[in-house]
Nanobody, 125 residues
Framework: VQLQACGGGLVHAGGSLRLSCTAS????????IGWFRQAPGKEREGVSC????????YYAESVKGRFTISKDNAKNTVTLQMNNLKPEDTAVYYC???????????????????WGQGTLVTVSS
């Protein structure tokens, strides 16, 4: 099981970035997959997740209306479109996955089993 995340970078406040995460060694059909982030000195937090059973999506309050998660089972990829970025969105972003139903809280990092390497997003003011 491998997850490869990419798409991070430096952007001004108000700008947009699109993160992608490609899975290999397994198919996303049977997994929930989410995005998490960790800012310097802070704990890792859930950003957004797509559920395995019906594709329902979940967002942290801080990103609702600005971020959109999309899962493409055919390409085994999940993307996170981030618009209207703010300096407080600066963090290392990780994609992570967990087997179908094997979770309680889809925005809780400890519920996820497999993690990508992270991609840095920096938003300047």
């Amino acid at each position: 099981v491998q997850l490869q995340a990419c798409g991070g970078g430096l952007v001004h406040a108000g700008g947009s970035l699109r993160l992608s995460c490609t899975a290999s060694g397994f198919t996303l059909d049977d997994y929930a997959i989410g995005w998490f982030r960790q800012a310097p000195g802070k704990e890792r937090e859930g950003v957004s997740c797509s559920r395995d059973t019906d594709g329902s999506t979940y967002y942290a309050e801080s990103v609702k209306g600005r971020f959109t998660i999309s899962k493409d089972n055919a390409k085994n990829t999940v993307t996170l479109q981030m618009n209207n970025l703010k300096p407080e969105d600066t963090a290392v972003y990780y994609c992570a996955t967990v087997a179908a139903g094997d979770y309680n809280d889809l925005l809780r990092p400890s519920d996820f089993d497999y993690w990508g390497q992270g991609t840095l997003v920096t938003v300047s003011s």
